[in-house]
C-alpha cells in the first residue's frame, strides 16, 4: 500500500503541470466548436484526463485524513519537516503549536472581517433626518448558510453609496487556500526562529 500511495502521490504531483496546460488550453480554445471530429475527441480527453486527476485528488485527500503513516509522510514533505533527534522532536511541536495559535489569531480576523458591515451613504434631500443627508451605518452580519443578492431585503430608501463594506472581497476557496500557506510559513518560520 505503501508503495501504490507513492506512485499515485507523485502522478498527482506530476499531474498538476499537465492539468494546468489542459485547463489553458481548453480556455483558449473556447470559440473552437467541440462537435466535429478532433475536436470533440480532445475535448472528450481532457475531460477523461482532468476527471481522473480530480478522483486521484480525493483519493490522496482521504488518506491524508484516515493514514497516519502516510500524513506524516506527505507533510513532512510540503512542510520540510526533519526530525533526527529528541530536540528537533520538541521543537516541532512547539512550532507546530506556534504555527497553531497564529493560524487560529488569523481564523478569528477572518471571522471578524467577513461579519462586519459598514456603509456611509447619503440620501435625498426629502428623505432628511433632522436636516442631516450622510449616514454611516454599522452592522454584524452572520449567516450559517450563503445567500444570494436576491435573498437580501430591497432598499426603501433611494440612497447613493460613498463607502460600502459587507464581508470579505474574497471567495472561500481564496481564504482556504491562504489558511494552507498560512500554516505552512508560520510552521517554518517558527521553526526556523527555534532552530537558533
Request: aromatic share 12%.
Amino acid at each position: 500500500m505503501k508503495r501504490v500511495d507513492s506512485m499515485l502521490l507523485k502522478v498527482f504531483l506530476y499531474g498538476i503541470p499537465v492539468i494546468a496546460l489542459i485547463a489553458g488550453f481548453s480556455y483558449l480554445s473556447g470559440a473552437v466548436s467541440h462537435h466535429a471530429g478532433f475536436s470533440k475527441l480532445l475535448n472528450n480527453f481532457m475531460g477523461l484526463v482532468f476527471a481522473l486527476w480530480m478522483a486521484l485528488s480525493m483519493y490522496l485527500c482521504v488518506r491524508l485524513v484516515v493514514s497516519g503513516p502516510f500524513r506524516d509522510q506527505v507533510i513532512a514533505k510540503i512542510t520540510f519537516i526533519r526530525e533526527r533527534d529528541e530536540r528537533e522532536a520538541i521543537l516541532t511541536g512547539k512550532a507546530a503549536k506556534t504555527a497553531m495559535l497564529t493560524s487560529l489569531a488569523f481564523l478569528i480576523l477572518l471571522f471578524c472581517l467577513s461579519c462586519f458591515h459598514v456603509s456611509v451613504y447619503r440620501v435625498p434631500p426629502e428623505n432628511a433626518v433632522d436636516g442631516k443627508t450622510g449616514f454611516i451605518t454599522l452592522g454584524f452580519g452572520f449567516d450559517l448558510l450563503k445567500h444570494g443578492e436576491q435573498d437580501r431585503p430591497e432598499e426603501r430608501i433611494q440612497r447613493q453609496d460613498i463607502f460600502s463594506y459587507r464581508g470579505l472581497p474574497v471567495s472561500g476557496t481564496t481564504v482556504i487556500l491562504m489558511l494552507i500557506v498560512w500554516q505552512i510559513i508560520a510552521y517554518n518560520c517558527s521553526m526556523r526562529r527555534l532552530m537558533r
